[in-house]
């Protein structure tokens, strides 16, 4: 049940991108009197599982689910169509249409990919304000268990301070990427504040050790079900310890670090249970563990009992716009260093770049709209930053000639671009073989 979730979420948002975005073709290009030949989910090679054809133009779903495509009368595009290119130009073809139109006709599905983008994160806006745990509400700092971020200089109890000069006002899903991304974070570790130069290839040393959180909230240690054979049967599910032998444990990685000083020894811990406290004696085995499954508590819990303060903040429709547009803006520029940092072979940010396998695993196991739409959000900037790549077979390769031929008032030869697209084709085959290969590899190695 939960591999189909994933799946039904994963095709849903790609097929709503894919039609979207060829949409953007495809109705400036009706627009502009532009025969559309084919209008496509998916590939249909040598044969689709749907199709209709209506007035001038074939709706349809192929079989291959790596994308889609509207053919349109006397354009050079993905399907190499020679013969109808050798004929004379007519009225109602691509290439006989002035360069302006087809600049536009061109730009039209990037377009809705940014546009999309912004109007979801503003609806999310509207639909789910912000939720979020203010920086300076985290009395006792993060918790780091992240080995890679250990090494670098961070610790559990540091604060984030600012990453590269930008001030960190809350704690959010956002925070990570920023760390990832950073060049330089300081942190306020007890009432001294440090500056944490990050490495070129943090992203490749992130790959190569356990995959753990970078940042986290600290929680306190919470009983979950005992174990089978455990010597803890006074313990109870949901049990809070607060103290073993009088030494505070207020959080888990304190009395994880309690226990593993305190190997096959009885102690006594105090505990929270039903919002009362009592002692109670527990044992602490050779591993440093109690034999006991670990629990977690609910923010809203965690809120009464004083360890965080959870800040909800509302829009109305209107102030939701200005707060889509922002996140939709921060996303655009955040994915934009993601690229470039992808580019820098210093970065060996190459080696993580991942294919079909990479964007199913983003899904949840469990529905949620919420996760749903942000994830659609951020994949729709993707898609469209991605296709303005001046790369010949991408609308970003299409873009670019035509603006050559708006500046130079010269139009490239039809034989160039014939070239110039199975050049930019066989390139996109190297770099999906290249993105899914990864996807692969990590599959294999486990990393």
């Not at 600290?218 to 009983?223: E, I």
């Not at 819990?301 to 209107?318: A, D, I, M, N, R």
């Not at 939709?328 to 079909?356: C, H, R, S, W």
Request: charged residues 25%; without cysteine.
């Amino acid at each position: 049940m939960d591999l189909f979730i994933k799946l039904s979420q994963f095709l849903l948002s790609l097929s709503l991108l894919i039609v979207l975005h060829e949409l953007g073709h495809f109705i400036p290009a009706k627009l502009f009197k532009t025969r559309v030949e084919k209008f496509y989910l998916f590939f249909d090679v040598k044969y689709s599982l749907i199709k209709k054809k209506i007035g001038e133009t074939e709706y349809g779903i192929g079989w291959l689910p790596l994308g889609g495509y509207v053919k349109i009368s006397g354009m050079i595009d993905e399907s190499m169509d020679k013969e109808q290119m050798a004929l004379p130009p007519q009225p109602w073809e691509f290439r006989s249409k002035p360069a302006w139109q087809r600049l536009i006709i061109m730009l039209g599905g990037v377009t809705v990919n940014f546009i999309l983008a912004f109007i979801i994160y503003i609806g999310m806006a509207f639909a789910y304000g912000d939720t979020y745990i203010a920086n300076e509400d985290l009395k006792d700092g993060l918790l780091v268990e992240n080995k890679t971020m250990q090494k670098v200089g961070f610790k559990t109890g540091d604060h984030i301070v600012s990453v590269d000069g930008e001030k960190i006002v809350k704690f959010d899903n956002d925070l990570t990427m920023k760390v990832i991304m950073a060049k330089e974070v300081i942190i306020k570790r007890g009432t001294t504040e440090q500056t944490i130069n990050m490495p070129n290839d943090f992203v490749d040393q992130l790959s190569k050790v356990e995959k753990k959180s970078l940042l986290d909230i600290r929680m306190p240690f919470v009983v979950g079900a005992i174990s089978e054979g455990s010597k803890n049967t006074t313990l109870m599910p949901k049990d809070i310890i607060l103290s073993v032998n009088g030494q505070t444990t207020k959080y888990y990685d304190q009395a994880k670090t309690v226990f593993e000083n305190n190997k096959n020894k009885t102690v006594t811990a105090l505990i929270l249970r039903d919002e009362k406290e009592i002692k109670l004696p527990i044992q602490i085995n050779s591993e440093g563990k109690l034999g006991i499954g670990i629990g977690r508590l609910g923010m809203d819990y965690l809120e009464k009992l004083g360890y965080y303060k959870v800040s909800k903040q509302e829009f109305g429709l209107l102030e939701s716009i200005p707060v889509g547009i922002t996140r939709g803006k921060d996303q655009l520029v955040g994915y934009g260093k993601q690229l470039k940092m992808i580019f820098n072979p210093e970065t060996k940010a190459y080696k993580q770049v991942g294919g079909f396998k990479a964007i199913f695993d983003i899904f949840p196991k469990t529905w949620s709209w919420e996760m749903f739409w942000t994830i659609t959000a951020l994949l729709s900037i993707m898609l469209g930053v991605m296709n303005l790549l001046p790369i010949p077979a991408l609308d970003g390769g299409h873009v670019m000639f035509l603006l050559y031929e708006i500046i130079s008032g010269k139009k490239p030869s039809d034989k160039f671009l014939e070239n110039a697209q199975l050049v930019g084709f066989v390139l996109l085959i190297t770099l999906l073989l290249f993105a899914n290969g990864n996807d692969v590899y990590k599959a294999i190695i486990g990393k």
